[in-house]
């Protein structure tokens, strides 16, 4: 397969319904803010970036984030991006939402190198789930593992100066440890971008493993997380 692939990237983990098909150096892409109702819009949103273009005339690979996030977000994309690889016999790669929002930051300009990144989704439980890690020439540099935990029990990486929390995760930053908040930022607004992914993956800049429909799956950090009724979340701090 050549170095510029034709890449269909999707990512439905955060509030974000974020498609993109990167082709011949161009990409085409919809980003919508759609908080549980991904399923409604996702076929939608991929008929506009094939643009009426078969799949199989498309698209060389699927990348798909398989979280952590949503429960029922990352199973929007996967059984997507499945049936898809699936029905045309096309390979896939798994990419991990939170580190996904890292580039997409990057990309726009909010990252410096060497800073420490805390990427964050909201559980929407009273929990969010957190990847530490630090911004290198280009690149992002994963401490440890993603984790889900209360906002107060955030855990400390092996070493940080100033951070910046990015995604919604954020949303509970007055409950952050005091160790975390003083001198670093916040920006809530930071999600996956599947235009940043596809050319990522299509430039070659991410090195692509290809693996058949079968082998995606979704991310889930903790397992035994309940879900809840919106009107027994509480309020974000």
Known sequence: MSL?????????????????????????????????????????????????????????????????????????????????????????????????????????????????????????????YGQWGRWCEGHFVPEGTPFACSPEQIPVPSKMDHAVVLGSGGGYWSRFPDWLRNGSRSDVDVTPSAAVMARLYGTGQLPVELVPAHRLSPQYVQRDIAWKKLSDQGQRG
Do not use: Y
């Not at 150096?25 to 991929?46: F, T, W």
């Open 4 to 128: 510029i692939m034709r890449v269909l990237a999707l990512d439905t983990a955060t509030q974000a319904c974020t498609l993109a098909l990167w082709e011949g150096g161009e990409v085409r892409a919809r980003h919508e803010i759609q908080a549980r109702a991904h399923n409604r819009h996702i076929l939608a949103m991929l008929r506009d970036v094939l643009d009426g273009q078969p799949l199989q005339d498309a698209v060389d690979l699927i990348a798909c984030g398989t979280g952590p996030g949503s429960f029922t977000g990352l199973r929007v994309a996967v059984s997507v991006a499945q049936g898809l690889a699936w029905s045309q016999e096309l390979p896939v790669q798994g990419f991990c939402s939170m580190t996904a929002q890292v580039f997409s930051a990057a990309d726009s300009g909010k990252l410096t190198d060497g800073i420490s990144v805390l990427s964050t989704i909201d559980a929407q439980i009273d929990k969010l």
